[in-house]
């Protein structure tokens, strides 16, 4: 079992940088694939950013390539490095974990409480 809890979500002027970060415990987190998902309003929620257990990737939706990074840090943290934001980024951020080696969000089973990410024009 994975507790993720996310953190530096807030609000940023367009251009902008912003870090997030995913806290996660459990004796079997190096065994887990983690991503970053994201939804906004009247939106479905859609897959960001990944890194499997094995550090495999990392992989990116197209819409965030060249802007974003995701990493695993220590401390048993995951993060997500998002740089150039755009009005369009707008939405709460999920940190998720499961056993798998796909980025489908059925096939995460963790997740955490999100935090809200808003860029202004």
């Known amino acids: 079992q994975v507790q993720l809890v996310e953190s530096g979500g807030g609000l940023v002027q367009a251009g902008g940088s912003l870090r997030l970060s995913c806290a996660a415990s459990g004796r079997t987190f190096s065994t887990y694939t983690m991503g970053w998902f994201r939804q906004a309003p009247g939106k479905e929620r859609e897959f960001v950013a990944g890194i499997t257990w094995s550090g495999s990737g990392p992989y990116y939706a197209d819409s965030v390539k060249g802007r974003f990074t995701i990493s695993r840090d220590a401390k048993n943290t995951v993060s997500l490095q998002m740089n150039s934001l755009k009005p369009e980024d707008t939405a709460v951020y999920y940190c998720?974990?499961?056993?798998?080696?796909?980025?489908?969000?059925?096939?995460?089973?963790?997740w955490g409480q999100g935090t809200q990410v808003t860029v202004s024009s």
């Open positions: 998720a974990a499961g056993r798998t080696l796909v980025f489908r969000v059925a096939d995460f089973g963790s």
